[in-house]
């Protein structure tokens, strides 16, 4: 049986140079793991990576970042064998990109959907393919899709529509790769209160959203929170490992089904 724990682990986190990809490196390093690849997607985010693989280190790990756009599948293919080369092996993939794009329906453009359906599916469908191609046998794969998948709501068919897919690609990897003891799942949260999610809402928006959840007089602003996202990701990577083949919707009751 595979030591269901973080210490000694390697892990790849893409989008890990900020917000909930950077808590949940800190959070891999603080239980033990000894290697992390900080992706980041461009120059924008070039010094929030940099900034993480800095604290990384003052604890005590090993890491690095390394930028790429996962829409190209040779960056995806690049992320894992230099983190391969690198530390020797690969335990954990967590896959946090994405991009969100809200417009009716009809003033969605060809581009709009071909750059969502490149981030947020094609993406993710190569870096589950790679992960399962250089995990170590006993491993965890992790994605980041939306709790808007169990919404009916207008204005977000191509953002939860892209993320759609990831669904089953989760379920049919953790059917494949299960012989080796690695775990699938994926995890929706809701309306994160990060940079990610104000950039595309207005003021009567975030309102809404804010107070939407079952649980949102419990919570800060209302919004999921990554520090409510981060010990999600760690258990089912340790303890949970049972677990597989899921979605799992953490958003303080925003959505269900």
Known sequence: ???????????????????????????????????????????????????????????????????????????VARLFDETKARFGRIDIAINTVGLVIKKPILEVTEDDYERSFAANSKAA????????????????????????????????????????????????????????GISVNAIGPGPMDTPFFYGQESAEAVAYHSSAAALSKHSKKGLTDIEDIAPIVRFLVTDGWWITGQTIFANGGYTTR
């Open 1 to 75: 049986m595979s030591d269901h724990t973080l210490t000694g682990k390697v892990a790849v986190i893409a989008g890990g140079g900020k917000n909930l990809g950077a808590l949940i490196a800190r959070q891999f390093v603080e239980g033990g793991a000894r290697g992390i690849a900080v992706h980041y997607h461009s120059d924008a985010s070039r010094a929030d990576a940099e900034k993480t693989v800095a604290d990384l280190k003052a604890l005590g790990a090993e890491a690095f970042a390394i930028q790429g756009d996962l829409s190209e599948v040779a960056n």
């Open 125 to 180: 469908f190569f870096f589950i393919q790679q992960a399962g191609r250089t995990l170590a046998d006993g491993g965890s794969i992790v994605t980041l899709v939306s709790s808007l998948l169990a919404a009916y709501t207008p204005y977000y068919a191509v953002y939860p529509g892209s993320k759609a897919p990831v669904e089953h690609y989760t379920r049919a990897a953790s059917k494949e790769f299960g012989e080796r």
